[in-house]
């Protein structure tokens, strides 16, 4: 017959009802680590006395139980305490505050995510002197000539750097490159109002931002080929190069107000600021490939990710002759992407410099409605990046053949602005919102090239993704130096915005398209081999 006693003690760590002699290891941890459930002022005992005889039944009953018990081993008590979160200040069990909010997603989203903010800095140090262009005309006495000139400056240093930037992204690594370029294009933007006065000083300041902002499409390539596989890499493309829309919109909305309270330096001390303080803040961004599931190609990763800054020129000399030049110029494939890139720029590049001018010459809005009705091109390309780079990665994760989702993206990307042309160029009486709609809409559609080109270079070749863009991307150069002068000149000769803006870029829309679809092609390429 048991005898229990009660005092009304009220502090108890825990209860164990094994005998001492056979205390299992459970007990005696955790009673070691047991912690106060009341207050130490009162204690709650029990006090059992009972015969020998049933201390044995108790004790019997106890180790048929004991198997309902797993043991816990003390690293996975531990884990448990720690998931309780005992020792919160607030008292709420489970509470684990974390700050920042984005320290705990994995490290490819962190690195595409601060790559997509050096995009939006890049426009916006990009479209800052077409707008700042007025004022400092009127200040200096430029003729259209002259600002002609100093604004094309750009485009030779952008021109001149693509295939320099993807060969120093595949020896020294795409993120070395990108913190060269957003340093030097934003210090040489900064440096805008201290050589104005200068020509010479100011075009080689614009020709150093060119060549900053060229260098960073090849560094980020190879980023992305290196760190994002396959069924997210449509995504991770459209995430960062859809920055540069959303630069264009931010410096096309924040120059204006700024120019017209601070004067125009303010702009150029201002975006050239944000740029120093990104190479600041991505200096605490790390890489960590080897967690993020993508499989690059090991003699990639052993010379872009670990070559040192010093290497010899001997060296260097040798990795571009390692460079399987003669391999790409033989390949169906690169030759497609190149003359795609090219139509896709022409386009691209006029629309940029003189739709502006056409919304108030041809349709007869007024400047502010012309400035206005210019952000709405890259405010719809936002939106429609997401839609298609959602859809291109749907598709190849359903099992779609990835050329075949390339082809259609790319497609949609040049027969949607041709036809939105084809549109406003016909005398359809049409009132001048309803053509700008129209223009928007096909240039907005045009963003599918993100999912659709842009995504080629690493799906044939991660290892050389980013000289690949280089090469494409200097031909994809050239309608921004020929092609906006040309428009001008066919303007001037024919006094037609169809003939001068719309039919060139038609022409090289549709037979982009013909060369694509019947050429290109997303599947990887051993280079080395065939070279």
């Not at 980020?220 to 264009?248: C, H, K, M, Q, Y």
């Not at 037609?496 to 050429?519: K, M, Q, R």
């Not at 092609?521 to 081999?529: C, G, I, L, V, W």
């Amino acid at each position: 017959m048991a005898k229990f006693t009660f005092r009304a003690d009220l502090n108890f760590s825990c209860l164990s009802h094994d005998p001492p002699s056979k205390s299992s290891s459970f007990n005696s941890l955790l009673k070691r680590r047991c912690l106060p459930a009341f207050p130490s002022s009162s204690r709650l005992k029990f006090v059992v006395s009972s015969s020998i005889k049933e201390k044995e039944n108790v004790a019997e009953r106890d180790r048929d139980a004991r198997p309902v018990l797993p043991r816990l081993r003390a690293g996975e008590l531990e884990k448990s305490e720690g998931r309780l979160g005992t020792g919160t200040s607030s008292g709420e069990v489970g509470s684990n505050w974390t700050w920042p909010p984005w320290k705990n997603l994995p490290e490819r989203y962190r690195l595409i995510g601060t790559t997509s903010l050096a995009f939006v800095i890049c426009n916006m140090d990009k479209v800052n002197l077409s707008v700042a262009i007025i004022p400092m005309s009127h200040q200096f006495g430029w003729n259209p000539s002259m600002a002609g000139l100093v604004q094309s400056s750009f485009f030779w240093g952008y021109a001149l750097s693509q295939l320099p930037g993807g060969w120093l992204a595949k020896v020294f690594g795409g993120r070395k490159v990108l913190e060269i370029g957003v340093l030097t294009w934003s210090l040489a933007t900064a440096l805008v109002p201290v050589l104005a006065g200068f020509l010479p000083g100011l075009i080689l300041s614009r020709i150093l931002v060119g060549i900053g902002e060229g260098v960073s499409p090849s560094a980020a390539t190879d980023l992305i080929a290196r760190s994002i596989p396959l069924n997210e890499r449509s995504r991770a493309v459209s995430f960062v190069f859809g920055g540069l829309s959303v630069g264009s919109v931010t410096g096309l909305l924040l120059a204006p107000p700024l120019i017209q309270n601070f004067g125009w330096e303010s702009v150029f001390y201002f975006f050239g600021l944000l740029g120093i303080t990104w190479f600041s803040g991505f200096q605490f961004v790390k890489e960590g490939r080897s967690s993020f599931g993508a499989a690059p190609v090991s003699s990639f990763q052993s010379i872009s990710g670990k070559k040192p800054v010093k290497t010899s020129f001997q060296e260097l000399a040798v990795s571009i002759n390692d460079v399987p030049w003669k391999a790409f110029f033989k390949s169906e494939a690169v030759w497609a992407m190149i003359y795609t890139h090219f139509c896709g720029s022409w386009g691209h590049y006029t629309c940029l410099s003189w739709l502006p001018t056409y919304f108030s010459e041809e349709l007869n809005l007024n400047l502010t409605e012309a400035a206005w009705v210019s952000v709405l091109p890259p405010l719809a390309s936002i939106f429609v990046t997401g839609i298609a780079s959602q859809l291109a990665d749907n598709l190849i994760a359903r099992g779609v053949e990835t050329t075949v989702v390339r082809k259609l993206c790319q497609t949609v990307a040049f027969l949607s602005p041709a036809t939105c042309m084809i549109l406003s160029s016909l005398d359809l009486g049409l009132p001048p919102w309803e053509v700008v709609a129209i223009l928007t809409s096909g240039l907005a559609l045009s963003s599918f090239a993100l999912s659709g080109l842009y995504c080629t270079h690493q799906d044939i070749s991660p290892e050389y993704a980013s000289i690949l863009l280089g090469i494409t991307n200097t031909v994809g150069a050239v309608p921004g130096i020929v092609g906006v002068a040309l428009t001008g000149y066919l303007l001037d000769s024919t006094n037609s915005w169809s003939l001068s803006l719309f039919a060139p870029s038609i022409v090289f829309y549709l037979t982009g398209t013909i060369v694509w679809l019947a050429f290109a092609s997303s599947k990887p390429q051993n280079f080395t081999e065939e070279d």
